[in-house]
């Protein structure tokens, strides 16, 4: 059996995120943006954590962070974790 070897690159880190506002008079949505420097820092890690879950939520894998499924983090139920 032949082995490929891939180097993945890691996620795009973006410089913004996006705040969706309610629709404009042409009714459509607009969205406004503002630098991830203007976020609190727990705001910024709850969109880590809910982007996290949401990474392996579709890739229907457990997060090893959570020890409840056989993982070996030190997090008993991570957000991820589908018993959590």
């Known amino acids: 059996m032949a082995e490929i070897r891939l180097s993945l690159k890691p996620f795009t880190v ?5 705040v ?3 629709p404009s ?3 459509r949505h ?5 630098p991830l420097a ?7 890690a709850e969109m880590c954590d809910e982007f996290r879950a ?3 939520r579709k890739a229907g894998k457990p997060d090893p962070s ?3 499924l056989g993982g070996n983090g ?5 957000r991820s974790c589908p018993l959590g």
């Open 74 to 78: 030190p997090v008993p139920h991570a």
């Open 54 to 56: 949401d990474v392996f």
């Open 38 to 44: 203007a976020l609190d820092a727990n705001v910024l």
């Open 20 to 22: 969706q506002q309610p």
């Open 30 to 34: 607009t969205d406004a943006f503002h």
């Open 66 to 68: 959570c020890t409840c």
């Open 14 to 18: 973006p410089n913004y995120v996006s």
């Open 25 to 27: 008079n042409e009714d």
